[in-house]
């Protein structure tokens, strides 16, 4: 089984002898699958079903170790180790990977994270770096709600979908141009148990993942209809942050009380997958290689702010007024 995918130009394929990873990640990028991709792929992604071969690799010594996984360097090949229990092999000369291991889900989500850090690098140099927020369209444009790592962005989500008028550009992570308009980047969109109750009874599957607990995935095409297809001037950004309040609090904020935080959800990127280990592979030569992409996230930042008002969004235990009271600014 093979699955194509195109993400503004850049040509992935995947394939392996485990169908059921294969589909798993078509569900993942199924807002930019294709019949086939428009020339050559620029990334091949085999996944393989069987155990790590790391007897293959002599006796490596790693190059660095992060909490998900060990890294070794061997010429023009990054081999990364998850502890024993999967294993990545990505030649850098012809762009191929070769993830396999007998964990499907471990497998999986190797698979997922390479090609989330590839299409990041990608959109970097295409000048759509990634903005980690909730990103919705209303009907003058786009506001991007920035939250940390479970801070709520998908309770919102979900709740953007239920409403006449709001489209999604975004759960996570909208991409943001040098006009300061926000394009579409939908993906699954992760959602904790305690919100089962809140999804449809179809296009939804359990995730485990390496470090945290596991999600239930609303599959893409369960709110296909529901995503703003073209880019949105950028008109509201909304700063966020939990409260044990009962009820939220939105209030105006100068524009530069956001710059702290573009710069840790955008430009820095805290909260969206990076894939160090595959882009740390010449030591200093490549923090000094993160400053082109850390200057174009930082310019169009500056375009988007200059463009949007500010606000401050305290978000308290009522997940319905946090909604009606974001919703305020999308009508």
């Keep these: 089984m093979n699955a194509a995918i195109e993400v503004h130009g850049l040509r992935l394929r995947v394939e392996g002898n485990w169908p059921e990873v294969v589909e798993q990640i078509a569900l993942d990028f199924a807002w930019f699958a294709c019949d086939a991709p428009s020339g050559p792929a620029d990334a091949v992604i085999e996944v393989r079903r069987r155990a ?21 360097q061997d010429g023009q090949r990054t081999i990364v180790d998850y502890f024993g229990r999967a294993l990545s092999v990505l030649d850098r000369a012809t762009g ?38 909730l990103a919705l369209a209303g009907s003058a444009g786009a506001t991007a709600v920035l939250l940390p790592s479970g801070g709520g962005k998908s309770t919102l989500a979900l709740r953007a979908l239920g409403t006449v008028g709001v489209r999604l550009l975004s759960e996570d992570s909208p991409l943001i141009d040098r006009r300061g308009r926000l394009h579409p980047f939908p993906l ?56 044990l309040g009962a009820r939220p609090r939105l209030e ?41 992409p850390a200057l174009t996230r930082a310019a169009c930042c500056t375009a988007g702010l200059a463009r949007a008002r500010v606000w401050r969004l305290t978000l308290g235990r009522d997940h319905d007024e946090n909604w009606n009271a974001l919703l305020g600014l999308l009508r």
Excluded: W
């Excluded at 790590?52 to 070794?72: C, E, I, K, M, Q």
């Excluded at 499907?104 to 698979?111: I, K, N, Q, R």
């Design 96 to 133: 191929r990977l070769i993830v396999e291991g007998e964990s499907e889900h471990l497998v999986h989500e190797a698979a997922y994270h390479f090609l989330l850090s590839r299409v990041g690098a990608h959109l970097d140099a295409c000048g759509l770096p990634r903005l980690h927020a």
């Design 252 to 292: 105006r904020l100068p524009r530069r009380a956001a710059v702290g935080t573009l710069v840790r959800e955008a430009v820095v990127g805290v909260g969206l997958y990076q894939g160090m280990e595959f882009v740390l592979q010449r030591g200093t030569a490549d923090v000094v290689g993160q400053l082109r």
């Design 52 to 72: 790590p071969d790391f007897a293959a690799f002599g006796d490596l010594t790693a190059a660095f170790v992060t909490p998900r996984n060990v890294v070794y």
């Design 188 to 243: 699954r969109i992760g959602v904790n148990a305690t919100d089962a109750a809140s999804l449809p009874s179809d296009g939804v599957r359990r995730i485990e993942r390496m470090e945290f607990h596991p999600k239930l995935a609303l599959e893409v095409s369960a709110f296909a209809d529901r995503i703003a297809a073209e880019p949105q001037p950028l008109r509201h950004l909304v700063v966020g942050r939990r409260s």
